[in-house]
């Protein structure tokens, strides 16, 4: 581990772990209950560590608190079987489900901005993580969809920083 992440643990503890926001729904013609193709849906997830900040908050008569805040987005999609051809995905997405979790820690010193940036991007998943895969459980029973297993861990996978 290097000094920059370690500098940022050090500096961070726990405070919440909390739903932004969510968005679930079925295609016009997909009954997941009675659809005998379920079973042949492809199955894609999603999961990006989107921005992050730092929050500082006063309350008359107490100490200021900052808070470290991580924004995630995550999400199953799934999707007719066959192709694309190559030229994007042009497959119909018969079910989703997605959402933005944040991880929000409170900071004892501000540890830099890079600090911040490396546990974002390596850490906050590890405390998001277990939430989601409960989350994603409860909503695809509720939707009459096959449950999706999602390992006990994942990390997030970024494209971009900032």
């Keep these: 581990m290097n000094d920059t992440l370690q500098k940022a643990i050090d500096s961070l503890l726990i405070n919440d772990i909390y739903l ?20 042949h849906l492809e199955v894609q ?3 990006v560590v989107t921005h992050w900040s730092v ?3 006063e309350q008359e008569g107490e100490d200021p608190v900052s808070l470290f ?3 995630v987005d995550l999400g199953v999609r799934w999707l007719e079987p ?8 042009e497959r119909r997405i018969k079910a989703r489900i997605e959402a933005t979790m944040i991880a929000e820690y409170r900071m004892s010193e501000d540890p830099g901005k890079e600090s911040l940036k490396e546990f974002a991007l ?7 993580w277990p939430y989601w ?8 029973l509720r939707m009459n969809l096959p449950k999706v297993i999602l390992p006990a ?8 920083t900032e």
């Design 20 to 39: 932004r926001s969510t968005e679930s729904s079925l295609s016009e013609e997909f009954e997941p209950k009675y659809d005998t193709s379920i079973g």
């Design 45 to 47: 997830f999603r999961h």
């Design 55 to 57: 929050l500082a908050l």
């Design 69 to 71: 805040r991580v924004f």
């Design 82 to 89: 066959g192709t694309d051809g190559g030229n994007g995905d």
């Design 122 to 128: 390596r850490n906050a998943s590890y405390h998001i």
């Design 133 to 140: 895969r409960e989350y994603l459980m409860g909503q695809c």
């Design 153 to 160: 861990v994942q990390f997030a996978q970024n494209r971009a």
